[in-house]
Nanobody
Framework: QVQLTESGGGLVQAGGSLRLSCAASGLSFSDHAVGWFRQAPGKEREFVIAISYSGGSTYHADSVQGRFSISKNNAKNTVYLQMNSLKPEDTAVYYC?????????????????WGQGTQVTVSS
């Protein structure tokens, strides 16, 4: 059974940093692309950043340019989302998702498995 588990969310002041983790069981990140998406209250889910299954390419939303980065540790079967210079508008539930042998994609249909999400709250 596949399970993705996000962790690392919390409350942080604007300008601060957080690192989210996405740990997988039942699948290997070495052959899965991983994307991070987020959903703020009253808004639709939106793409944040992704890494290809090979780990060789990443893709991010314009809104996180220069602030967020993604990395993959295949040995730990974990993907990290490093978030710096956080803004109140980054407040959302953050979800990780995995897609078998996919590129780094913003299209949620590319992803087969989703985590339950972790709350990130940025105070002004």
């Amino acid at each position: 059974q596949v399970q993705l588990t996000e962790s690392g969310g919390g409350l942080v002041q604007a300008g601060g940093s957080l690192r989210l983790s996405c740990a997988a069981s039942g699948l290997s990140f070495s052959d899965h692309a991983v994307g991070w998406f987020r959903q703020a209250p009253g808004k639709e889910r939106e793409f944040v950043i992704a890494i290809s299954y090979s780990g060789g390419s990443t893709y991010h939303a314009d809104s996180v340019q220069g602030r967020f980065s993604i990395s993959k540790n295949n040995a730990k079967n974990t993907v990290y989302l490093q978030m710096n210079s956080l803004k109140p508008e980054d407040t959302a539930v953050y979800y990780c998702a995995a897609g078998l042998r996919k590129p780094a994609s913003s299209w949620d249909a590319e992803y087969d498995h989703w985590g339950q999400g972790t709350q990130v709250t940025v105070s002004s």
